[in-house]
T-cell receptor, first 115, second 114 residues
């Protein structure tokens, strides 16, 4: 049973297109996250949601819009894709919000390539 | 604000040798500290975490880390490297506030040679 799943695993698209990445967790967690890992493997948080409420919104272009229809899902929609958006995007979830003490469980990642 | 510095972007050890991956942190509040491992083309998996209990933390796959407040360090060790340990290792720090985020280091690639 996959704990945190993401679709698609690979996404190749052209500049200017709009795309979405879906994330689902079956761990019963109430906090979910999106991270971006660049070509140098640097990981940076983009967003976090707790019970469908936005908690963390890092300095991310407003072309990126997260949507949480329920506690188990956090999708990422990207408008007007740019070359610099090429990266691996990871979804994660954790048990609670009380600071960062809780382990985050990561999905397998979505490799986005913008041409 | 928190940050972590991982010394050495690439570490190479022989199979059976000691593994030492260095991590120093900066935090204005008592930190939570984590080590994650990333195998090729996979997501991150937690190796171990420090949450202000014992300063010596044991994790999975024979790894352990010691929290040293005086040195602001949280180095990861394993007595004997195995070929399967080859991966990217990330140190991360977080605070305790409700909106605290996990801040990752730049990662250390561990290579294990015969």
């Amino acid at each position: 049973d996959t704990a945190v799943s993401q679709t698609p695993k690979y996404l190749v698209t052209q500049m200017g297109n709009d795309k979405s990445i879906k994330c689902e967790q079956n761990l019963g967690h109430d906090t979910m996250y999106w991270y971006k890992q660049d070509s140098k493997k640097f990981l940076k948080i983009m967003f976090s949601y707790n019970n469908k409420e936005l908690i963390i919104n890092e300095t991310v272009p407003n072309r990126f819009s997260p949507k949480s229809p329920d506690k188990a899902h956090l999708n990422l929609h990207i408008n007007s894709l740019e070359l610099g958006d090429s990266a691996v995007y990871f979804c994660a979830s954790s048990q609670g919000l009380a600071g960062g003490r809780y382990e985050q469980y990561f999905g397998p990642g979505t490799r986005l390539t913008v041409t | 604000a928190q940050s972590v510095t991982q010394l050495g972007s690439h570490v190479s050890v022989s199979e059976g040798a000691l593994v030492l991956l260095r991590c120093n942190y900066s935090s204005s509040v008592p930190p939570y500290l984590f080590w994650y491992v990333q195998y090729p083309n996979q997501g991150l998996q937690l190796l171990l975490k420090y949450t202000s209990a014992a300063t010596l933390v044991k994790g999975i796959n024979g790894f352990e880390a010691e929290f040293k407040k005086s040195e602001t360090s949280f180095h990861l060790t394993k007595p004997s490297a195995h070929m399967s340990d080859a991966a990217e290792y990330f140190c991360a720090v977080s605070g305790s506030g409700t909106a605290s985020k996990l801040t990752f280091g730049t990662g250390t690639r561990l290579q294990v040679t015969l």
